[in-house]
């Protein structure tokens, strides 16, 4: 009977078999389309993070937002995580968690790659700089490096990185600068240097270690945080500069709200406190808590050869003054339609001027709380897009007219504008006083206060408000005053309810102060990766921060001179101007004027026997700016550009006479450029250093003020 059965066993046992295999097959089927087991990543091409400049195919790259969409259609969970690198901004650089072409398991994230553009990552700093300069330069831009001289007791290692441009973790704004990086060099105790390290560390120690090498020191206050009062906190040379004996330097102290009427307007004889320009206490870099966009999260403070104090943008071509006359920043708005009133305006307390009187009384500077304001374009009126000064000149139909007192199309245009606070402030009594809009303050309320053991800045949010524009006629005056002042100016007169300041401060929206000591980085020299500086490259950098500056060619009487200023690294910037008020015309009643400016670098040659320097003027660098020819009418003056810049064409060769120099052995045909500008008898010895053009021996003397 059983072997009746075997066929059926058999059978059974097949159709067993072929359910197995057909199960497999439809479980190896299902699998493949991911209707369980997991999903895979799509296997994408990723864009090279050393792609440093992309070629047109590159730049076709796959984003990180397209396999974001992608890896959503599959149902995979991810997030992006931004990263520095050569290749393009939003570029898909791969998956951080995972491979390519891998499985994941459902419910799993996968981090997706996405480049942030070229930056500085912020775990290179400290790094051994070797290292750290192979991962910058896959950024795709230029890469300096350049050396930080740093104590022989520091705890930084000679050839680690200890600075950086951008600061680590930010990003490149300047494709063409580059980064720069300092590398770490110790200097021995025979060498005159501000060591980067001195940074934090007491002013007064610092100041007696260099005077006993030889160095002329002067120290000036520097607002900063709690921490840093009364310490090194910056300088000029920048710290991290190996000096020269004989060389002079400044250093700055942190100082808080108890020094801001000194350090801002300064212990004066005057009968009464002065607040015009910002001075170097201000300058520096201010950033946001967090920062996403160093174009948007911080602000950048410097000074010009002028003196004079602006907001640093992409726009700024050099550090002359015409290259940004619309960002220098002023305490002072006098006003607007009277040519006697910058005292009256700009003045505040003193002997003749008691509390609350003067023209600045009722301004933050004037309250003794840490705190004072300030702002771009001096107040004035604009016609059309142009600020003009409607003492003498008149706007009709957004036009200027000359020696018209028709203001029927001026406008008071509403100004960047910001607070300072120093460390320490009181906010308290600030926002108490009416300063900050009652909307904006109950805003604050619902964030964090800011930080007031730093300083910080505070910059207006013109969005916040509903009139940025009032006509000049519309433009209220101050109690007890006759003449029109700039109605966006908070505390003049009284404090006005459309122009009361917005937001009020919060820690999100205050940019506080960066204490990173950031070198000069021109005026440092070259270096490998090491921090070792050839002798030939040290002694240049040397020459050119001994000869920076302004210098003056004229011959002092006069309409004419030429402007011509140094910076550390060679390059120039240089500026004619002849002026002839009796060569008047239909248009021009107020003369005429010659212009010539341009920019160009130095290159140093050698030191002569005599003590002298040779340089020569790069050709290819050297460009006048304009057009030759044009002619154009401003504020009733015909200006024409012209040919040449008179003392500095031919740009050819010169001489560098260094300061200490004797005038005995100068040549006559310079001592007479000289006399103009110096005086007769001249002194025994050069003051400072004097550039002779060696075609026509023209003189550019240094200009010490």
Known sequence: MAATHQPKAIIAAIVTAVLVVAAGVAAGLTYHAELWGGKTLPDIAAASAKAGKQSEKAKATVTADSVVAQLKAKGITSAKRQEFSGAEKGAFLGYSNAKAGQRVRSGSSVVVRESAGPGVPSNVEHAKASTAVTTLKTMGVPVHTKQIAVSSSSKLAGGTVVATYPLAGQAVSDTTTGIYVGIAAKTDEKTPAIPYDAIGTDIDSVKDTLTKAGVNVTAKPHFSSKKNVGKLVSSSPAP???????????????VGANKVQEATVGQSNAPYFYASELNDTVTGTYCKSTVNDVAKDCITLAQDENGSVYRVTTKDTGISSDEHSNDILTMCFPFADGNAGDIGTCSYGGSQLPAGEGGMAKRLIAKQWGAFDFGELGGSPSCGTAMFAPYDEGCNASKQVVQDQDMSGATFDMHDFYVFFAFGANLDAIEKSGYFDDSALAAAKKGSKPDTSRPFILARDASQYDTTSVPYSKAPVP????????????????????????????DANAYYLVESGQPDWQSLPDCDTNGEVSEAAAQEQGFWRQ???????SVGAGAWSTIMTVHADGTFSADYHDSD???TGDGYPNGSRAIASGTGKFNYSKRNDDGTFSITCDKKAFHQNGTVGDVTIKDGVRVETVDGIYGLTPCNTFTVYPAGYTTSALSDDVKSWMYGVIGNPLPSTLAGPLIVNDSGTFAFIYDQN
């Open 240 to 254: 991290g500069t190996v000096l020269s004996s004989g060389e002079s330097v400044t250093l700055y102290y942190g």
């Open 581 to 583: 008020l009796g060569v």
């Open 479 to 506: 109690s007890g005053q006759t003449l029109v002042q700039d109605p966006f100016v908070p505390g003049v007169g009284e404090f006005s309810a459309s122009v009361k300041f917005k937001p009020a401060p919060t």
């Open 547 to 553: 000869v920076k500056g302004k210098y003056i060619f």
